[in-house]
């Protein structure tokens, strides 16, 4: 299985481009030794020998993690992040390390400083990112399972553009520890699947309390496969109304509304529910992400890792080091949340968007006090072309206007497809109560059985 | 909401990112329109809101005061650009830095 991903990987990639780093001698190495445990009848632990693709802002021992920045270029982590650990002790096999927005910013995966992966349904547009990488590697089925993170939709949104599904967990379900920090309140790993069922597959894996994570909290983790029932009988539903207005698509519309009437043929109770504040997440994540960011992002500094500029003094060469190895994406995010968090500002910006944070949260834990899931888009529009919004930051954020309001609530969220417009994916996403990872599950299961959108796949392997 | 370049000078060094004058100018704009989309927040009422820090389900974390095994000291300095006698080793530190 592992040879015949590798294949896969050879014949596509260099087209798609979804990998930063394949490690193929060792990939089948372990896959070897899985062979032979099985051969010699050991018990086999659930994911023996099954490739996984890891977003490359995830530290693996041994193996370069640069999180697509030149200013990591070359850097090997000393140890394994908690969800690697937990890969292998599952019997997973690394395949590599997948492309990404540099440090996570970004949507479209081209602010990588390693050059843009392509969506595998056309290789013009971006597959969407952050997890671009993973998303694509995913899409083309070049690896059935994929870790990515997701801060402000990261996983939701590549998932959504590459016709996958992709499931955000509660903040605090699974372990950060070795995952580089972009905007510690924010980030979550999570699994990019083909399905639904593998998607619960490997989050029962990564799920689940970590003492080396603080955030992480210590609550049972329920078997998430076990809450694939096939059906959605009894659950509450609600349309988030402010999320079907302006600016939304109308094949988009159409698709994400037909899955909500298919979700209801599988037995849910449809409503419809007012999130009021949501329209206020873009510019309270865009003010709270930054400034988390420009303090996790001081570490880079030249002396312990990564590149150095030589100077002659300590201050040249920060401000060197950093100006070579930052791309622009990044720079400007700095700039915008030292901006939000420096004396005179803190106050109108940074705290001012931290209320509107509780805000937010409100109308979520009130409409989820009605019902037991929020049905919206994940996006506005199916994938855009590579180029069109690099030079326009602020139409690049606006494309996560219905992922970014979930992270700020920190609850669970699934991304799956529901259609397509002009050959391209559409995605919806449910989201849940805290914790309540099983109930999205099972309603994305219900619905992905009765549609059987996941089961179309992109043409690829025939080059222009 | 309008970012001078003086400003954005001002917060490049608190940034401790060098930036050239053809960035300058590009920030200036950029910020300039990304504050003044965020300025919306403004419409808002929130003086009888809490700001949220995060949204994590605990308050305090401590663990057993117990000593742990750290990362072997050698493994993380053959990661630094430059290193000396088991330590970091950098340029001159002392009166370098501007006043910002």
């Known amino acids: 299985m592992v040879r015949d991903y590798l294949d896969r990987i050879a014949s596509l990639d260099g087209q798609v481009r979804a990998f930063l780093r394949v490690d193929a001698d060792r990939a089948l190495a372990d896959a070897r030794r899985w062979d032979t445990a099985y051969a010699r009848g050991d018990a086999m632990p659930p994911l023996a020998g099954v490739p996984v693709a890891v977003k490359d802002i995830i530290c693996t021992r041994g193996m370069p993690t640069t999180c697509g920045s030149r200013i990591l270029e070359g850097w090997t982590p000393p ?13 997973a096999v690394l395949i590599g390390k997948t492309n990404l927005d540099e440090f996570a910013m970004g949507s479209s995966t081209e602010n990588s400083a390693y050059g843009p992966t392509r969506n595998p349904w056309d290789l013009t547009r971006v597959p969407g990112g952050s997890s671009g990488g993973s998303a694509a590697a995913v899409a083309a089925g070049m690896v059935p399972l994929a870790l990515g993170t997701d801060t402000g939709g990261s ?17 605090g379900r699974v372990s950060r520890y070795g995952l580089v920090a972009f905007a510690s309140s924010l980030d979550q790993i999570g699994p990019l699947a083909g399905s639904v069922a593998d998607a619960a597959l490997l989050l029962d894996v990564i799920a689940g309390h970590d003492p080396l994570d603080s955030t992480s909290v210590d609550l049972p983790v ?75 992002l001081a570490r880079y500094d030249g002396v312990r890792y990564g590149l150095r ?10 401000t060197r080091t950093r100006a070579a190895g930052f791309g622009s994406e990044v720079k400007r995010r700095i700039m915008l949340g030292t901006y939000a968090l420096s004396a005179g500002y803190y106050e109108g910006f940074f705290l001012k968007a931290q209320r509107v944070r ?38 690049m954020y606006l494309a996560d206007i219905y992922t970014i ?32 990872e099983a109930t999205v599950l099972r309603a994305a299961h219900a619905y992905e059985q009765r549609t059987g959108w996941h089961t179309r796949k992109p043409q690829l392997g025939n080059p222009p | 909401m309008s970012i001078d370049r003086a400003t954005v000078e001002y917060v490049a060094r608190l940034a401790r990112l060098a930036l050239t004058a053809e960035e300058q100018d590009r920030f200036a704009g950029q910020l300039s329109t990304i504050l003044a989309y965020c300025a919306r927040l403004t419409e808002l009422p929130t003086d009888d809101v809490e700001p949220a820090s995060h949204v994590a389900a605990m308050t305090n974390v401590a663990r057993d005061d117990v000593i ?27 009166e370098t830095e501007p006043n910002p």
Do not use: W
């Open chain 1, 79 to 91: 140890y394994d992040a908690t969800v690697v650990s937990r890969l292998r002790e599952a019997g």
């Open chain 1, 155 to 171: 996983i939701r949104q590549p998932a959504g553009f590459t016709g996958i599904v992709g499931l955000k967990p509660t903040y």
């Open chain 1, 222 to 296: 329920p078997d998430y496969a076990a809450a694939l029932r096939g059906d959605a009988g009894g659950l509450r539903i609600g349309i988030a109304t402010e999320a079907f207005g302006d600016g939304l698509h109308p094949d988009v519309r159409a698709a994400v509304r037909q899955a909500a009437a298919d979700l209801r043929s599988a037995g849910a109770v449809l409503e419809e529910v007012s999130l009021p504040t949501i329209e206020y997440a873009v510019p309270t994540y865009y003010l709270l992400a930054t400034s988390e960011a420009s303090s996790n």
């Open chain 1, 309 to 318: 500029a030589d100077a002659d003094d300590i201050y040249g060469m920060y």
């Open chain 1, 358 to 395: 509780t805000l937010v949260r409100g109308d979520f834990q009130r409409a989820l006090e009605r019902v037991d899931l929020v049905l919206m888009p994940v996006s506005p529009t199916v994938a855009f072309r590579i180029g069109e919004k690099v030079d326009d930051p602020l139409a």
């Open chain 1, 405 to 436: 309001p979930v992270n700020l609530a920190g609850l669970p969220a699934i991304a799956l497809p529901c259609g397509f417009s002009d050959g391209l994916p559409i995605g919806f996403q449910l989201i849940g109560r805290a914790f309540d």
């Open chain 2, 68 to 94: 742990r095994p750290s990362l072997p000291r050698d493994e993380i300095l053959a990661a630094a650009p430059a290193q000396e006698a088991g330590f970091f080793k950098v340029p001159p530190i002392l």
